[in-house]
């Protein structure tokens, strides 16, 4: 029997592997942190209030740049955007839970979380214990982010650039999403997502981010309505009282056929 205590567990174990990346990650930023002129006390604040590592560099830098505040918030919002999304993605999972379940949660939510998250959600079985599952891989998150990044703080520059951690969790993130590529629609917007990504790196304020992520979305849910399309069931009742069922396979399939039966009404 799946308990509350064994869900929380195995969501904790799922995030360990993604871990390894987050940690070189946490590092990077309590550098670039100390490297910017941002006291120890608010660059380890950060990580604990906003706990968003793209938010957090993006802010270290402009404020090592001496940018202005509201430039400073409105960017923060706008690299964080794809949050909404990975919102929306959940939100029938949690719609159940109580006020405080779902604002905990929305707090731990962030990238790692969210792919192991999902992944268990769509798997076939009882619901209503697994948001426990997320609770534990977003606390294992959490934990190690906070540690991470004050390490980082602490240790300033004395880190060796020819470590190069900065890759470490790009590396993280393919490895998570090339074994769920199972179909053309997730390929192709993957595929674009990331063509567009590198096609948009110079844009400011990492905008190039959110570009390449409504892209690979796009084709995504382009290429699914297609397939839609191609896939009809067709059921209609003609003048005689029978029904009819039409059953069309997707065109350019080997064994393309059309398959029409018909039954008389109540049969």
Not at 236 to 260: L, Y
Request: hydrophobic share 50%; glycine share 10%.
């Amino acid at each position: 029997m799946i308990t509350r205590h064994s869900e929380f567990l195995n969501g904790i174990k799922a995030e360990l592997p993604i871990l390894m990346g987050v940690v070189p990650f946490g590092l990077i930023y309590g550098v670039a942190a100390r490297s910017a002129g941002i006291p120890p006390l608010a660059g380890q604040s950060m990580s604990f209030i906003v706990f968003a590592g793209s938010a957090q560099f993006v802010t270290a830098q402009l404020i090592g740049a001496g940018v202005p505040a509201g430039i400073i918030i409105l960017t923060g919002f706008i690299v964080n955007l794809r949050h909404a999304l990975y919102s929306a993605s959940l939100a029938p999972y949690l719609k159940r839970l109580n006020i405080r379940w779902r604002m905990l949660l929305a707090y731990l939510l962030t990238d790692e979380a969210y792919a192991v998250a999902i992944t268990h959600y769509q798997k076939p079985g009882d619901i209503s214990r697994k948001h426990w599952y997320f609770l534990g891989a977003g606390l294992a998150l959490w934990s190690t982010w906070q540690a991470s990044t004050a390490i980082g703080i602490v240790l300033g520059n004395q880190l060796p650039a020819s470590w190069s951690l900065d890759f470490a969790l790009p590396l993280t993130f393919i490895a998570l999403v090339v074994p769920n590529l199972k179909d053309r629609a997730g390929t192709a917007a993957a595929a674009t997502a990331g063509i567009v990504a590198i096609l948009t790196a110079g844009l400011p304020y990492k905008l190039g981010l959110i570009v390449a992520t409504f892209a690979g979305i796009s084709i995504g849910i382009f290429l699914e309505s297609m397939k839609s399309k191609r896939t009809m069931v067709l059921k209609g009742e003609d003048g005689a009282g029978q029904i009819r069922s039409i059953v069309e396979t997707p065109v350019g399939c080997p064994g393309a056929t059309t398959i029409e039966h018909t039954d008389k009404e109540g049969k």
